[in-house]
C-alpha cells in the first residue's frame, strides 16, 4: 500500500532578546569621545568591515560598557526586520567581540544566540546549529551552577537548546533533535516556564512521530494539553492557550490515526482545524497551519478507503495558502495527492505530482518528505513492472530513512523490496525483507503495517504453495485491517483468503471470503475520487474476486449466479451514467472555476494546435515535438487533476448518489423480444474462457418466454486466445492471406460449443471479455468460407446489463414535438434526423494527396465528402444538415449534436491508446475562433449530452482504444455511451476510404429503412448486416478487410 506523507509543524517561540535602541545616529566618523560617537562610528562602517570595526573596538574599550552591546544588537534587530541579513550579521558579530572585551558574558552569549537565530532564518542549518553550539558553552563556561540554579544563563541555555533542537527537527536529524528538546525542556521545568514547556512538549510529540515512537508522543502530547489547561485556567480565550491545545490535537490525531482509532482522528483534528481557523479569523498567522490539518484529514478519509473526500480535503488545502509562499506545504499536498491516485491506479498522474514533489523536497532539503517521496515513486514503479527503477527508489528511500533515524519510513522501503524480490521469484529473500518490516513495526506498534506486511508474507507462501500458512496469514491481517478499519488491507486478505482455500477445496470458505472480497470492492469504489475514468481505472485493479467467483459457481454448476456475477464485473461506470450518476460540476462553477477551466482548456488546444502544424508542415523535429508532447501530457494531467477536484468537492452529488442495480435474470426478458436472438457473455479467466448464452427456448408465443442460460468452458488461456485473436486482426487489416484457418478455428474455440443452442437464431448480442472486444466475430467461419455475418447479425455491448439500462432509457423516452419533421410513408414523422460532418479542411494549404486509407497522414477525403453528401440525400435535405470542408467545425459539431437522431463523422480520427480518452475526431478550426483547435476528443464528448440514437464513425479504428478489465473498450465509442447514445457503428481497423463510401451509403439506406417501420431489416445491427452482405457478394469489396471492420457497439436493434 502507498506510504503516508507526514507532515508536522515546528512552533515557533517568541523571546524578547534585546531592547530597541534609540533612533538618530550621524552618519559621519566624529571624533570619539563617548559610547555614542563609537556606536555611530562602528554604524558608519560598510557591511563586511570587520577590520575596523574591531580597531575601534580595541582603541576604545573604555567606552564599551553598559547599554553598548543592547545598543549594538537593537540596530542588528532593524536591519533583520529590513530582510539585510548581511547587515544584521556584521552588526551581530561586532556586538559579540564588544562583549568579549568588556568582558560582558551574558552579553556575548546573547549575540552568538542571535547569531543562530539569523542563520536559521537563512537556511544555513549547519552555521545555525554551530553558533546554538557555542552559545551553550559559553552559558555553561560563564556559569558553572548553571544546571542548579535559575540564572539568566539558563534561560539563554534553553532557549539555545530549543533554538538547536528545531534546526535538527527540520533537517531530519531527530535524535539529535530529541536529545536538545529534552534537555531544553529540563531547563524551562527548572524555571518553572510553563509556556516554554508547553511548546517544546508538543514539538516533542512530533519529533517522536516522526521517529515512530508513538507510545512517547502520546505520553508528551497529553502532558502538553494537560499543562495547558492548568496554565490557562480561566483564561481559555487566549490565543496562546488555542495555539497549545491546537497543535496537542494535531499530534493526538495522526497518533489516533496511526492506532487505528480513524474517529478519534478525525475528532482531534477537526478540533485542531477549528481552532486554527478561529486564530486566523482573528487576524493571527496561522494560514499554514489550517492547510497543514486539512491534509491530515484527506489522510485519514484516504485510509478509510474514501477517496473523494481525501481528494477535496487536499485541494481545500492547495487553495487555503498561496503555494509560492509555503513550499512545504504544498510539497505535503502534492505527496498526498500522488499516493492518492497511486492507489487508484491512475500512474499517469500519480507519477507527475509524485515527481513534482520529490523535486520540491530536494530543494526544501527535507529528508524525510524526499524519502517518502521515493518509496511512493518505488510502489508505482513496482506495480508498473519497471523494477530496476522500484529497486534504486526503494534502495534510496532506505538509505535516508536510517540515516535520519525515521524507522516509520524503513518499514514501506523494506516492504517495496521485498515485493520486488517476490516479484522476481526470490521467494526467501521476500521473507526477510517482510520479516524485517515486521520487527521493525512490532517495535513501534504500527498495526497498520503489520496487517498489511502479514497479507505480503501470506502472498508469498500462497506462490510457494504453502496454502495452509498462506490461509493463516491472511486471517490475521483481515482481523488486524477489519480492527483498524482499513478496506484496502481487508479486501486484499479477504482475496488471499479465497484463493488459500480454494487451493485446498475449502469451497464454502472461499465463497464466503470472496463475497466479501466483492463488498469491500464494492464500497471501496463508491468513493473513488475522480470523474468516470478514474473509476475505471479503479475498478480495473478490482475484479479478481469477481473472476475467481465466476469459476466457483461454474464448477458448482450454478450458472445463473456465474452470469450474475459475470455482469456485476462489467460496464459499472457506464452502468452508474445511466442510472443517473453522470458527474456535472461544471454547472456549479464558480466564476474563478470557470476562468480556471477555459485557461486549461484554451492551453491544451493551443498546444493541439502547435502539434498539428509540426508534423503537417514536414519538418518532424523530433525535439521540437517531443517537447510539445511532454508539455500536452502535462497540461492534460492538470486539467483532469482540475476536473476531479471539482467532482469532489460536489456535496450535492455525493449526497444523491443513486447505488446502481446490479443484474436480475429476469432483466433479461427485455433483450430477447423473441427467440431469434441470443446473448453470448464472455468471461476471460487466466486459464480458461467462459461463454454464457442466453435465448428465449420453444416455439413463438407463450411457450417462447422460458430464459434458457447455458455455460461452455472453453479450454484455452488468456495468453493464447489473445496471440490468436491479434494474428487474426492484423491479418484481415493487413489483407494476408491464410485468415481462412484461423477464422474456422476461432469459431470453432468460441461459438460451436453453443451450435445447438444458436441453431435457428437470426442475431447474436455479444457482451466480450478483453482480447475479444478487438474480434470481429462476424469475420469468423462456421466452415471454410462461410462467414458467420451470411448467418447472424451481431452487435457489442459493454454489458448486458448495461444494454438492458439502455434499452430502458429509449423505451421511457417521448418524442419531442420539432417544427423540423419529415412525413413517412406510414404517416409517421421524424424529428430533424441527419447531422454530418465530411472531409473537413485541414489547413490553408491545399492538399495534392488524396489518401487511400482514412486518417493517413491526415490528408484530404473526398470519398469521405461524396459519402455525406449522398446520405443527406437519403435522409432528404429538410431532415439534414451537412458540413463540409471547412465548414465542419468541431464549435459546430459541439453546438448542434444534441438535437439529431443520426449523427455521421466521415473525418478522419487519431486513436491514443495511452490516454483513450484523448482520442479525437479531426474537424475544421475556425480561423478566427480561438477557442476550438479542430480536435473533438473523447474526454469532451463524454461531457455533452446528446438525444441521437446512432453515432456513425466512418473513420479508422474508431471502435478501438484502451481494453480496461471490468469496462471493456474505453475511447470514443465508450465516450459516446457516457454522452447519452445507446449505439455507435464504428470500426476496428485502418479502413479504405472508397470501400467505406459504398458500406455507409448501404447502412444509412438500410437504416431509414427501419425508421420507417420496415418489417424486413429488423434494427441497425441488421442494416449493418446487409450492406456488408452486398459488398461480400461483389467481386471489388468480397474480402474482409472492406465490410468486417465496422460494428455496432450498444443497442442494435
Aim: aromatic share 8%.
Amino acid at each position: 500500500m502507498a506510504g503516508k506523507a507526514i507532515g508536522i509543524v515546528c512552533h515557533v517561540v517568541f523571546w524578547l532578546c534585546f531592547i530597541v535602541p534609540l533612533a538618530g545616529f550621524s552618519q559621519a566618523i566624529q571624533p570619539i569621545q563617548n559610547s555614542d560617537d563609537l556606536l555611530n562610528a562602528i554604524l558608519s562602517l560598510p557591511t563586511g568591515d570587520q577590520q575596523n570595526a574591531f580597531k575601534l573596538l580595541d582603541e576604545n574599550r573604555s567606552l564599551i560598557a553598559g547599554l553598548f552591546c543592547a545598543r549594538l544588537m537593537g540596530e542588528a534587530e532593524k536591519a533583520r526586520s529590513a530582510k539585510d541579513h548581511s547587515r544584521a550579521l556584521f552588526l551581530l558579530e561586532v556586538s559579540e567581540a564588544a562583549s568579549e572585551k568588556s568582558s560582558n558574558s551574558y552579553s556575548r552569549a546573547n549575540a552568538v544566540y542571535q547569531i543562530g537565530k539569523l542563520y536559521n532564518e537563512t537556511r544555513q542549518p549547519q552555521k545555525a546549529i554551530e553558533a546554538y553550539q557555542r552559545c551553550v558553552r559559553l552559558c555553561l563556561e560563564s556559569d558553572p551552577r548553571l544546571l542548579d540554579n535559575r540564572s539568566n544563563f539558563k534561560l539563554l541555555f534553553a532557549r539555545a537548546l530549543y533554538g538547536m533542537g528545531r534546526v535538527e527537527f527540520e533537517t531530519s536529524d531527530f535524535q539529535n533533535a530529541i536529545d536538545s528538546y529534552t534537555r531544553s525542556l529540563k531547563a524551562f521545568e527548572q524555571i518553572d516556564s510553563k509556556l516554554d514547556c508547553i511548546f517544546i512538549l508538543n514539538d516533542l510529540g512530533a519529533l517522536y512521530i516522526n521517529t515512530g515512537d508513538y507510545k512517547t508522543a502520546k505520553e508528551v502530547s497529553l502532558r502538553s494539553l494537560s499543562l495547558n489547561a492548568s496554565l490557562f485556567k480561566g483564561n481559555e480565550s487566549s490565543s496562546l492557550f488555542r495555539y497549545g491545545k491546537a497543535i496537542a490535537w494535531s499530534n493526538l490525531g495522526y497518533i489516533s490515526s496511526w492506532e487505528g482509532d480513524y474517529r478519534s482522528a478525525v475528532d482531534y483534528l477537526q478540533g485542531s482545524l477549528a481552532l486554527f481557523q478561529e486564530m486566523v479569523k482573528a487576524g493571527q498567522p496561522y494560514l499554514t497551519a489550517v492547510a497543514d490539518r486539512l491534509i491530515d484529514l484527506g489522510q485519514v478519509y484516504h485510509a478509510l478507503g474514501n477517496y473523494t473526500k481525501s481528494l477535496n480535503y487536499y485541494y481545500r488545502a492547495l487553495t487555503t495558502i498561496e503555494a509560492p509562499n509555503h513550499p512545504d506545504t504544498r510539497q505535503r499536498v502534492l505527496t498526498s495527492l500522488g499516493i492518492l491516485y497511486l492507489d487508484q491506479g491512475d500512474y499517469p498522474k500519480a507519477n507527475d505530482f509524485l515527481e513534482q514533489s520529490l523535486k520540491l523536497a530536494s530543494q526544501l532539503d527535507n529528508k524525510k518528505a524526499v524519502a517518502t517521496v521515493l518509496n511512493n515513486i518505488g510502489l508505482s514503479n513496482q506495480r508498473q513492472g519497471r523494477y530496476d527503477k522500484a529497486f534504486d527508489s526503494f534502495q534510496g528511500g532506505l538509505k535516508i530513512a536510517e540515516a535520519i533515524g525515521a524507522a516509520s519510513l524503513i518499514i514501506p522501503s523494506l516492504e517495496g523490496l521485498g515485493t520486488l524480490a517476490q516479484a522476481q521469484g526470490n521467494y526467501d529473500s521476500a521473507l526477510l525483507y517482510f520479516d524485517r518490516g515486521l520487527e521493525v513495526s512490532s517495535k513501534l506498534g504500527d498495526k497498520n503495517r503489520e496487517a498489511e506486511l502479514l497479507w505480503r508474507k501470506a502472498v508469498v507462501y500462497m506462490l510457494k504453495k504453502g496454502y495452509g500458512q498462506a490461509l493463516a496469514l491472511s486471517d490475521k491481517a483481515l482481523v488486524l485491517a477489519r480492527e483498524l478499519s482499513q478496506p484496502n488491507i481487508s479486501y486484499l486478505a479477504l482475496v488471499l483468503k479465497a484463493k488459500a482455500s480454494l487451493a485446498q477445496h475449502q469451497y464454502d470458505s472461499a465463497l464466503q471470503s470472496l463475497t466479501d472480497a466483492i463488498s469491500e470492492a464494492e464500497l471501496i469504489r463508491s468513493n473513488v475520487a475522480g470523474r468516470e475514468q478514474e473509476s475505471t481505472l479503479f475498478f480495473q485493479n478490482r475484479v479478481e474476486p469477481y473472476y475467481l467467483m465466476i469459476d466457483l459457481l461454474a464448477k458448482q454448476n450454478r450458472v445463473g449466479d456465474a452470469l450474475l456475477y459475470a455482469e456485476r464485473a462489467k460496464g459499472r461506470v457506464l452502468l452508474d451514467v445511466l442510472q443517473g450518476n453522470k458527474l456535472d460540476a461544471t454547472k456549479e462553477m464558480s466564476p474563478g472555476d470557470r476562468e480556471h477551466d477555459q485557461r486549461l482548456k484554451k492551453e491544451i488546444q493551443s498546444l493541439n494546435v502547435q502539434i498539428y502544424r509540426e508534423t503537417q508542415a514536414g519538418r518532424n523535429d523530433p525535439s521540437i515535438i517531443s517537447g510539445l508532447n511532454a508539455r500536452l501530457r502535462k497540461a492534460r494531467l492538470e486539467y483532469e487533476a482540475f476536473q476531479n477536484n471539482l467532482y469532489a468537492t460536489d456535496r450535492d452529488r455525493q449526497e444523491h448518489r443513486v447505488e446502481a442495480r446490479s443484474l436480475a435474470i429476469e432483466d433479461l426478458d427485455i433483450l430477447l423480444p423473441d427467440n431469434k436472438t441470443a446473448l453470448l457473455e464472455f468471461a476471460v479467466l487466466e486459464d480458461k474462457t467462459y461463454l454464457f448464452v442466453i435465448t428465449r427456448d420453444g416455439a413463438e408465443g407463450i411457450e417462447a418466454k422460458r430464459i434458457n442460460i447455458k455455460l461452455y468452458p472453453i479450454a484455452l488461456k488468456k495468453a493464447d486466445l489473445t496471440s490468436m485473436v491479434q494474428t487474426f486482426m492484423e491479418r484481415i487489416a493487413n489483407r494476408s492471406i491464410g485468415i481462412q484457418r484461423l477464422a474456422v478455428e476461432l469459431y470453432e474455440l468460441l461459438l460451436k460449443p453453443a451450435k445447438d443452442q444458436l441453431a435457428g437464431r437470426s442475431t447474436l448480442v455479444l457482451a466480450p471479455d478483453a482480447i475479444l472486444w478487438e474480434l470481429p466475430f462476424q469475420a469468423l467461419q462456421s466452415a471454410p468460407g462461410r462467414y458467420l455475418i451470411e448467418d447472424f447479425s451481431t452487435y457489442y455491448a459493454p454489458s448486458l446489463t448495461v444494454l438492458c439500462e439502455i434499452v430502458k432509457k429509449r423505451a421511457s423516452k417521448t418524442p419531442a414535438s420539432s417544427s423540423n419533421t419529415a412525413s413517412t410513408k406510414n404517416g409517421s414523422s421524424l424529428k430533424p434526423t441527419l447531422l454530418a460532418f465530411g472531409n473537413p479542411t485541414l489547413s490553408a494549404e491545399d492538399k495534392s494527396v488524396i489518401s487511400v486509407f482514412r486518417d493517413n497522414n491526415l490528408s484530404s477525403l473526398p470519398e469521405a465528402e461524396r459519402e455525406v453528401k449522398a446520405i443527406a440525400e437519403i435522409y432528404g435535405h429538410e431532415n439534414s444538415k451537412v458540413f463540409i470542408g471547412a465548414s465542419a467545425r468541431e464549435e459546430t459539431a459541439k453546438s448542434e449534436m444534441g438535437s439529431y437522431k443520426v449523427l455521421h463523422f466521415a473525418t478522419h480520427s487519431i486513436l491514443d491508446n495511452q490516454g483513450p480518452m484523448y482520442s479525437r475526431i479531426v474537424l475544421s478550426q475556425a480561423a478566427s475562433n480561438s477557442n476550438e483547435d479542430g480536435l473533438l476528443e473523447a474526454w469532451e464528448i463524454a461531457n455533452l449530452e446528446l438525444n441521437a440514437d446512432v453515432v456513425v464513425l466512418s473513420a479508422c479504428e474508431t471502435a478501438r482504444g484502451q481494453i480496461r478489465v471490468g469496462e471493456g473498450v474505453t475511447g470514443l465509442s465508450w465516450a459516446f455511451f457516457v454522452a447519452g447514445c445507446p449505439a455507435t457503428v464504428v470500426s476496428q481497423w485502418k479502413v479504405e476510404s472508397a470501400g467505406t463510401t459504398e458500406m455507409m451509403i448501404g447502412f444509412h439506406n438500410n437504416l431509414l429503412s427501419t425508421m420507417k417501420g420496415s418489417k424486413t431489416i429488423s434494427g441497425k445491427a441488421d442494416a449493418l448486416r446487409r450492406s456488408a452482405l452486398k459488398m461480400l457478394r461483389s467481386d471489388k469489396y468480397r474480402d474482409p478487410f472492406y465490410w468486417a471492420s465496422f460494428v455496432v457497439v450498444g443497442d442494435g436493434r
